[in-house]
């Protein structure tokens, strides 16, 4: 299907953020004008409040129109990725964005090198909402290097990165998969589809066509990889942080009791119930002993029910009639008002997301196929869009963007909340099977699956902070022991899963995967306290809807009622995955 | 074959290193003594000449036994990889040395940071053999960052040697060579055997076979190259170079316009040799035009001759004869007292190398055929012995080790005069073309295509030092117009051989290739002026020998007559390729 056979109503309305190329042009130059004045500013802008407070409106003023041309053409380009006048607008933006950044590298370092000053220019009313933004600066300040030092760095940067370069673009070409004779196309994308084949052999070619070829690479894999966990160890070094683990926690101002607590609940303390689960599978596959080739395989039918876009907003709506008027407000908005762009068609991004900025509705991208999961991410996007119109429309821009830290928890508070509400209405016990047993999938990829990760990547950072070295076989074996540890007894772990760790790029991402299940803990407290009636909680979270970055992340989450630094939270969480485990066995 | 079903006599002597086990830890424990004596010298080994004396004499006598320990266990480890007790014994020598360089950081950091003191330490007469390295150090220090960017510099190193890392252990596979239904092994050794092939159909498939692959992986390379690319740029910066290409001249003491002089010589003034060359190729391969795949098959037949060692020895001590009774004596030593292992036999490295150090003989390495070839590795691998056994025996220990830039001269001076002695020798017109053939090709590798390489690498290099970003289309494409421009309108260079550049693993070695000329063109001069009997030249030649590092690299070669800045050198040595070419053509 081409983009211009779908209805207007089912794609997205970008006319509201420019009626038209001139409109763009106007923000285009007021920009360009904004930034030959920044430098004029350099000498000065920490002198008093009121020179600041000239600064800031201007650097506002010039973010906030750079983030609206961003949007306008990055949105645009994604469902038109052949439209070269787009295409044109939005390099055009992205070389403006350069310029902006380098005539603004002064800021933070005059900040940093004036604490006495930049204390002193927030202190006023009207200067006094730039004292996160100020203290954040400040903050980091104590573990910059000397100029000097950081301007080699800085030098040096792209080449540090070039082993995560090399990594994503080495695309590894797999041997097809047979099936009676034909050869199907193999790729991370169709495996899992492979999976869920019910057919072993299917699924063991799939996956020893697709894991052989990481092990044939190995030691290529083995070199980026251990090049990018060195980088990070360097970096923390040089930046004199303890470990890498605490350098990646600085930014978000979390302690790395959090991180440990998180590792220990899913490999330790709740362990069992992962194992449980395990256990529940083998007796369900009528196996004595599960592969890894078995873990994907469904053990529960989808029933054949299709929802139209109808069905699927009552459903939201129903969902979410516990927040009240103002939340279901800002859905219908987000319906009427056309941010939503429906469906897939030729040349059109893959994936789902929410996107927007200060000046423009928080846009959603999706391809809605009439079956239970396209609701799942259309509440899910729908939880982020109005995470954002919330806290636009409540908070200064310098204190509205929220952190990623807490971004998933409006998310997936949604996704529970429309579980519960499909659950309720479930016909059959098949139908609450199936419903059961994807949260149950997706729990255990959130609360299970990050931490087993987080693990090995902390431990990768370990060794490489000792100087030990990080070869094919360290790597690998290091993977291999702890998968097996994760799925126990039950399950088969070969030689050939341990090369599973290089299939995976979030261990580039300097331990980003905890925070996955920070927040499926989070949400799923916040989501099962507000079904069962929690007034409190429900206040507290939609405040929480509206503060952006006021605080830091956990700061917030505090407010919130849910401070994942307490036990209690885990202990809910997976109190709640146990009931979906026990509620799932009642329907077999 | 076994090495113990080999005589003795043609294999090394190793127990000329040390009699016995004993014999080696005796060294051994005095290393480790002498390592631990090396501190006290710390603050005080520039206080005065005698300190400094007692002290180079401790570090000399370290030196000279780590050195004898390393040659008796690797030239063993070499042959005998399978005996456990020698690879014990290696990595004990391995890890002694690692003592020695982290107990002497120190010593260069110090003469830096005294050059004071440390050039008065050297104006005694007892001590002014070590003015040259003293005074190389101090030359250093003028490109030394400060301590604390050398710091972070040295903790990023191994990362920035990521992509090259990544580079060496990438190992592409590649579909087999079919030759009459039957599949052939294809890697880079077994190419250029099937690109010798008169069958175009298989240099065809070879050829795209394996090259497909570097196309393929195009990302990942483009990847790992630009990083080492960006690597060697990055230091440069650092170290207060103009460009990479001065900071790899450096250390030899070159200037660059011996770069760009040898870069012009071959593709610019004698360009037209080439030209002459490749049309003659075209004319004997009765084509119409050339194809990449087309440029390794021989114009020549190999005669059916087979040398016995006897013979091998007539030849080189008749090729030699001009050097007189003093270098054909160390050649009888190196027969006699059994320097050399000839045959191949399971498990022993390929290749060949001559190898020794300051208290050992020169020991040579390789596997003998029975053919012209292997006499010609080894009076080449003999050059290099002769070269180290005169510099050892004629220089103290300071001063003896010949630099790698004039290392291959030596060899390929003996490799010349063989050349002309087997021509003098050649019975037929077959056997001459055969011979010359072999020295038009060996010549093009060494004048032609290595300038090629060097022009190539320093535009990469000038493009990253601008902050051009060097893609896989930037690479490639550069790389093809130069092979265009290379072979010229008589070859039909195709988009493939865009990714030839992938394959040379040279490029990663920061400005190597263009010694490789130096040295040819160098030899050629000096062996054909040998040779027509200019005795100043061959005495001039006899002293380089003896002259070990006694200055830089253009002064040694300036003083044995052939200064590498001095177009005639070029200019000789072209002619010489010349009538190569014209004497091969009088024998088609």
């Given at each position: 299907?081409?983009?211009?056979e779908?209805?207007?109503?089912?794609?997205?309305?970008?006319?509201?953020?420019?009626?038209?190329?001139?409109?763009?042009?106007?923000d285009?130059?007021?920009?360009?004008?904004?930034?030959?004045?920044?430098?004029?500013?350099k000498?000065?802008?920490?002198?008093?409040?009121?020179?600041?407070?000239?600064?800031?409106?201007?650097?506002?003023?010039?973010?906030?129109?750079?983030e609206?041309?961003?949007?306008?053409?990055?949105?645009?380009?994604?469902?038109?990725p052949?439209?070269?006048?787009?295409?044109?607008?939005?390099?055009?933006?992205?070389?403006?964005?350069?310029?902006?950044?380098?005539?603004?590298?002064?800021?933070?370092?005059?900040?940093?090198?004036?604490p006495?000053k930049?204390?002193?220019?927030?202190?006023?009313?009207?200067?006094?909402?730039?004292?996160?933004?100020?203290?954040?600066?400040?903050?980091?300040?104590?573990?910059?290097?000397?100029?000097?030092?950081?301007?080699?760095?800085?030098?040096?940067?792209?080449?540090?990165?070039s082993?995560?370069?090399?990594?994503?673009?080495?695309?590894?070409?797999?041997?097809?998969?047979?099936?009676?004779?034909?050869?199907?196309?193999?790729?991370?994308?169709?495996?899992?589809?492979?999976l869920?084949?019910?057919?072993?052999?299917?699924r063991?070619?799939?996956?020893?066509?697709?894991?052989?070829?990481?092990?044939?690479?190995?030691?290529?894999?083995?070199?980026?990889?251990?090049?990018?966990?060195?980088?990070?160890?360097?970096?923390?070094?040089?930046?004199?942080?303890?470990?890498?683990?605490?350098?990646s926690?600085?930014?978000?101002?979390?302690?790395?009791?959090?991180?440990?607590?998180?590792?220990?609940?899913?490999?330790?303390?709740?362990?069992?119930?992962?194992?449980?689960y395990?256990?529940?599978?083998?007796?369900?596959?009528?196996?004595?002993?599960?592969?890894?080739?078995?873990?994907?395989?469904?053990?529960?039918?989808e029933?054949d029910?299709?929802?139209?876009?109808?069905?699927?907003?009552?459903?939201?709506?129903e969902?979410?009639k516990?927040?009240?008027?103002?939340?279901?407000?800002?859905?219908?908005?987000?319906?009427?008002?056309?941010?939503?762009?429906?469906?897939?068609?030729?040349?059109?991004?893959?994936?789902?997301?929410?996107?927007?900025?200060?000046?423009?509705?928080?846009?959603?991208?999706?391809?809605?196929?009439?079956?239970?999961?396209?609701?799942?991410?259309?509440?899910?996007?729908?939880?982020?869009?109005?995470?954002?119109?919330?806290s636009?429309?409540?908070?200064?821009?310098?204190?509205?963007?929220?952190?990623?830290?807490?971004?998933?928890?409006?998310?997936?508070?949604?996704?529970n909340?429309?579980?519960?509400?499909?659950?309720?209405?479930?016909?059959?016990?098949?139908?609450?099977?199936?419903?059961?047993?994807?949260?149950?999938?997706?729990?255990?990829?959130?609360?299970?699956?990050?931490?087993?990760?987080?693990?090995?990547?902390?431990?990768?950072h370990?060794?490489?902070?000792?100087?030990?070295?990080l070869?094919?076989?360290?790597?690998?074996?290091?993977?291999?022991d702890?998968?097996?540890?994760?799925w126990?007894?039950?399950?088969?772990?070969?030689?050939?899963?341990?090369?599973?760790?290089?299939?995976?790029?979030?261990?580039?991402?300097?331990?980003?995967?905890?925070?996955?299940?920070?927040?499926?803990c989070?949400?799923s407290?916040?989501?099962s306290?507000?079904?069962?009636?929690?007034?409190?909680?429900?206040?507290?979270?939609?405040?929480?809807?509206?503060?952006?970055?006021?605080?830091d992340?956990?700061?917030?989450?505090?407010?919130?009622?849910?401070?994942?630094?307490?036990?209690?939270i885990?202990?809910?969480?997976?109190?709640?995955?146990?009931?979906?485990?026990?509620?799932?066995?009642?329907?077999?």
């Amino acid at each position: 299907m081409n983009r211009n056979e779908i209805d207007e109503n089912l794609k997205w309305d970008l006319s509201l953020i420019y009626k038209s190329n001139e409109d763009f042009y106007l923000d285009f130059n007021k920009v360009k004008e904004n930034i030959s004045l920044i430098p004029s500013f350099k000498e000065k802008f920490l002198d008093n409040a009121e020179t600041f407070l000239e600064f800031m409106k201007l650097i506002e003023d010039t973010c906030r129109k750079l983030e609206k041309m961003y949007q306008y053409t990055h949105l645009a380009v994604d469902v038109e990725p052949e439209n070269n006048e787009i295409q044109n607008l939005y390099s055009q933006v992205l070389s403006l964005y350069d310029d902006y950044s380098q005539n603004t590298v002064f800021i933070d370092l005059t900040i940093s090198k004036n604490p006495e000053k930049a204390k002193e220019v927030i202190s006023s009313d009207n200067t006094k909402i730039y004292s996160k933004y100020i203290n954040d600066i400040l903050r980091s300040s104590s573990h910059l290097a000397s100029d000097e030092v950081e301007d080699v760095i800085a030098k040096a940067d792209s080449i540090l990165n070039s082993p995560y370069e090399t990594y994503s673009v080495f695309r590894p070409e797999f041997k097809p998969v047979n099936i009676n004779g034909k050869e199907e196309f193999l790729n991370q994308e169709t495996l899992s589809e492979f999976l869920k084949n019910p057919d072993e052999n299917i699924r063991k070619q799939a996956y020893e066509n697709l894991y052989g070829e990481y092990k044939k690479f190995g030691n290529v894999f083995a070199s980026t990889l251990s090049g990018t966990i060195k980088r990070d160890v360097f970096y923390s070094k040089v930046h004199k942080f303890n470990s890498p683990l605490e350098a990646s926690l600085f930014s978000d101002n979390v302690p790395k009791e959090l991180f440990y607590k998180v590792i220990d609940m899913a490999l330790n303390k709740y362990h069992y119930l992962l194992l449980d689960y395990v256990s529940l599978r083998k007796k369900i596959m009528n196996k004595d002993k599960l592969e890894i080739y078995d873990m994907n395989v469904p053990l529960a039918k989808e029933p054949d029910i299709k929802y139209s876009l109808n069905d699927a907003f009552d459903l939201i709506f129903e969902a979410t009639k516990c927040f009240g008027e103002d939340y279901q407000k800002i859905l219908e908005k987000a319906r009427n008002e056309r941010w939503i762009d429906y469906y897939t068609h030729t040349g059109k991004r893959q994936g789902a997301y929410s996107s927007g900025c200060y000046d423009t509705n928080p846009y959603i991208l999706m391809s809605y196929l009439d079956d239970v999961k396209s609701i799942f991410t259309l509440i899910h996007e729908l939880g982020h869009s109005v995470h954002s119109y919330y806290s636009s429309h409540n908070q200064p821009y310098i204190l509205y963007d929220y952190k990623i830290f807490v971004a998933e928890v409006a998310s997936t508070v949604n996704e529970n909340l429309l579980m519960y509400t499909l659950l309720e209405k479930a016909k059959s016990k098949e139908e609450k099977a199936y419903l059961l047993y994807n949260q149950i999938f997706e729990n255990i990829t959130l609360i299970y699956r990050q931490p087993f990760f987080a693990n090995f990547e902390n431990i990768l950072h370990e060794k490489a902070s000792n100087n030990e070295g990080l070869s094919n076989h360290t790597i690998t074996s290091l993977y291999g022991d702890l998968t097996k540890e994760y799925w126990g007894s039950d399950v088969n772990v070969t030689e050939l899963s341990n090369y599973f760790c290089y299939a995976v790029p979030h261990f580039y991402y300097n331990y980003y995967v905890y925070k996955y299940t920070v927040g499926q803990c989070v949400s799923s407290v916040i989501a099962s306290r507000i079904y069962n009636g929690n007034t409190e909680q429900k206040e507290k979270y939609l405040n929480f809807l509206k503060s952006g970055c006021t605080k830091d992340p956990i700061e917030l989450l505090k407010d919130a009622g849910v401070n994942p630094l307490d036990d209690i939270i885990y202990d809910e969480a997976f109190k709640n995955f146990e009931k979906l485990l026990n509620d799932f066995k009642e329907c077999l």
